[in-house]
């Protein structure tokens, strides 16, 4: 079935050093990827999103990569920060054009320390 | 427009007891989408709606849920006889049906949720 998972539910990172939050998922039919940064008290907030037919997409400090071969994506943070504290979601969905069904992971709790 | 707004953010009830909560998408957004999240766990699908169709139910949607979008803007999602199982945060998200591939394109933007405790 379904499932989209991550390796470590826990990470911590000293600020301004570079963290990385593996992600694995279960469904070779997945189209769309996308990552999502949840605060305390707050809903799931987008970060970046990639498609199947791309390998690696950046932002602004942060770069997704997709590897389909061992259905693997990977959410880098470049220079952490404080307000990089969070739990973050990897999710996926078979269309990116039809309705989000999106199934989402775990969640890993990154913190990053003074 | 602030983004997407959910009530009560909070609601303590008896087991037994309805509830109903009320989303208030993105005045543009066409997409209405109900989630459920439980302490530790990534949000699930529950529902979502184009416009005021509801196009498509989880089986984790038993009959005690409803869901409404009755002019395609808020939403509304009632649970009936509440059980100690249905206490978790519901979260709305809204979307924007956009057929470009660009990065964002049909993005969900979540509300805050409305978290239920059942006793």
């Known amino acids: 079935g379904e499932s989209v998972g991550l390796h470590l539910p826990t990470l911590s990172v000293q600020e301004g050093d570079n963290s990385i939050i593996n992600c694995a998922y279960s469904?070779?039919?997945?189209?769309?990827f996308i990552w999502y940064k949840q605060e305390s008290g707050k809903g799931p907030q987008f970060i970046i999103d990639i498609r199947s037919n791309m390998d690696k997409r950046q932002g602004q400090r942060v770069t997704v990569l997709l590897n389909k071969t061992v259905k693997h994506l990977s959410l880098q943070i470049a220079a952490t920060q404080p307000g990089d504290s969070a739990v973050y979601f990897c999710?996926?969905?078979?269309?990116?054009?039809?309705?989000?069904?999106?199934?989402f992971g775990q969640g890993t709790r990154l913190t990053i320390n003074p | 427009d602030t983004g997407v707004s959910q009530d009560p953010r909070h609601k303590i009830t008896k087991r037994g007891q309805n509830v109903t909560f009320r989303c208030d998408p993105i005045?543009?957004?066409?997409?209405l989408y109900w989630y459920r999240q439980t302490l530790g766990q990534g949000p699930e699908f529950l529902t979502y709606f184009q416009n005021e169709a509801q196009l498509e139910k989880s089986r984790l949607l038993s009959d005690r849920f409803s869901a409404e979008r009755p002019k395609g803007s808020f939403s509304t999602l009632e649970i009936q006889r509440t059980e100690q199982g249905d206490s978790a945060m519901y979260l709305c998200?809204?979307?924007?049906?956009?057929?470009?591939?660009?990065?964002?394109?049909?993005?969900?933007?979540f509300g805050a949720g409305s978290r239920l405790t059942v006793l």
């Open positions: 998200a809204s979307s924007l049906r956009d057929d470009s591939e660009s990065s964002g394109a049909n993005v969900l933007t």
């Open positions: 005045s543009e957004h066409n997409r």
């Open positions: 999710a996926e969905s078979p269309v990116i054009q039809g309705a989000q069904k999106l199934v």
């Open positions: 469904n070779s039919a997945s189209d769309y």
